[in-house]
């Protein structure tokens, strides 16, 4: 997968950028994805641990607890948590069974993209 590939992550991504200039506002967008993915976290089963994992990293990010982690990884990392709050998907969230394929496709790519950059992370919170 790459942005490329679905107009809406390369959509997602640059507005990844821009969140990434604003600490603040990515706050925030962590904490609407947090309840998006609390409402729904029976349909997002396999994806929780990795979309845990980027909410924390860039919730410590965003406060300045941690920000050994390259740009490029904070910005994937955001452009996934905007991709799953965003409203258009490729696959539509609303579909039974199959509106979080996508969502679960991203995450899963940006987790495999940054896994360095979060295996340093997680030893930084002592969870290695």
Do not use: N
Not at 3 to 31: N, T
Not at 34 to 40: D, N
Not at 76 to 100: C, E, N, Q, R, T
Not at 104 to 119: K, N, P, Y
Request: aromatic share 8%; hydrophobic share 50%.
């Amino acid at each position: 997968m790459t942005e490329a590939k679905d107009p809406e992550a390369g959509k997602a991504f640059e507005k990844a950028r821009k969140y990434a200039s604003q600490p603040g506002r990515a706050l925030d967008l962590v904490d609407r994805a947090s309840r998006k993915a609390e409402k729904h976290s029976k349909a997002l089963a396999r994806v929780m641990e990795d979309l845990s994992i980027l909410f924390r990293l860039v919730k410590a990010w965003a406060t300045g607890r941690y920000r050994q982690v390259p740009v490029r990884s904070i910005v994937l990392a955001i452009g996934a948590i905007v991709y799953f709050v965003g409203p258009i998907d490729a696959i539509p969230d609303w579909i039974v069974a199959l509106g979080y394929l996508d969502d679960a496709a991203v995450i899963g790519w940006v987790v495999h993209s940054i896994r360095e950059d979060l295996a340093d992370f997680r030893a930084g919170e002592g969870r290695a």
